[in-house]
Antibody
Framework: QVQLVESGGGVVQPGRSLRLSCAAS????????MHWVRQAPGKGLEWVAV????????FYADSVKGRFTFSRDSSRTTLSLQMNSLRVDDTAVYYC????????????WGQGAMVTVSS | QSALTQPPSASGSPGQSVTISCTGTSSDIGSYNYVSWYQQHPGKAPKLIIYEVSKRPSGVPDRFSGSKSGNTASLTVSGLQAEDEAEYYCHSYAGNNNWLFGGGTKLTVL
């Protein structure tokens, strides 16, 4: 069955870096676009980034552009979100999610990884 | 781009129907039929309940239905049940590889 498992969350100081991972199983990343979505404590969902099924084409929300990098490893089973120059307002639960089809809804989600940016 | 606009709260008694609106613009909801709805219980990941405006994934009860008119999408929950109490988010493709979520609507079953 489809499973997405995030890891790598934690507490980090402003300006530092953190790397999240999302292990995917039960389907091929070559066939699906994948996204990161975040949710600040007590707030709504915010789209963060997408990587197309080709593993190379990526797009980012303006709020993270130039600071976050979405990648897929050569084994094609793990996704990563490299987060640099972290700010207090990056504090959130970060979910990886699978896209049903190009531009379509997100049909599978991980359990989320908490990132806290605080001095 | 701004988030899609949802009412912060909605409520209904068991067995009743409730409709939640989601207002966007001609650049997002008005331009694409890639409108989705998610249900999120406290401490849990969101769950897709409607995609492509009105389609339901396998396993989602037909009490949940979606529609769209112009720049506004709607989610209707019929025959309300206690387990429907949750936060609901709308979601739309907004062009140029950008996606928007609504601010969320807290549905209370009275």
């Amino acid at each position: 069955q489809v499973q997405l498992v995030e890891s790598g969350g934690g507490v980090v100081q402003p300006g530092r870096s953190l790397r999240l991972s999302c292990a995917a199983s039960g389907f091929s990343l070559n066939n699906y676009g994948m996204h990161w979505v975040r949710q600040a404590p007590g707030k709504g969902l915010e789209w963060v980034a997408v990587i197309w099924s080709d593993g190379k084409t990526k797009f980012y929300a303006d709020s993270v552009k130039g600071r976050f990098t979405f990648s897929r490893d050569s084994s094609r089973t793990t996704l990563s979100l490299q987060m640099n120059s972290l700010r207090v307002d990056d504090t959130a639960v970060y979910y990886c999610a699978r896209e049903r089809g190009p531009f379509d809804g997100f049909d599978f989600w991980g359990q989320g990884a908490m990132v806290t940016v605080s001095s | 781009q701004s988030a899609l606009t949802q009412p912060p709260s909605a409520s209904g008694s068991p067995g009743q129907s409730v409709t939640i609106s989601c207002t966007g613009t001609s650049s997002d909801i008005g331009s694409y039929n890639y409108v989705s709805w998610y249900q999120q219980h406290p401490g849990k990941a969101p769950k897709l309940i409607i995609y492509e405006v009105s389609k339901r994934p396998s396993g989602v009860p037909d009490r949940f239905s979606g529609s769209k008119s112009g720049n506004t999408a709607s989610l209707t929950v019929s025959g309300l049940q206690a387990e429907d109490e949750a936060e609901y988010y709308c979601h739309s493709y907004a062009g140029n590889n950008n996606w928007l979520f609504g601010g969320g609507t807290k549905l209370t079953v009275l």
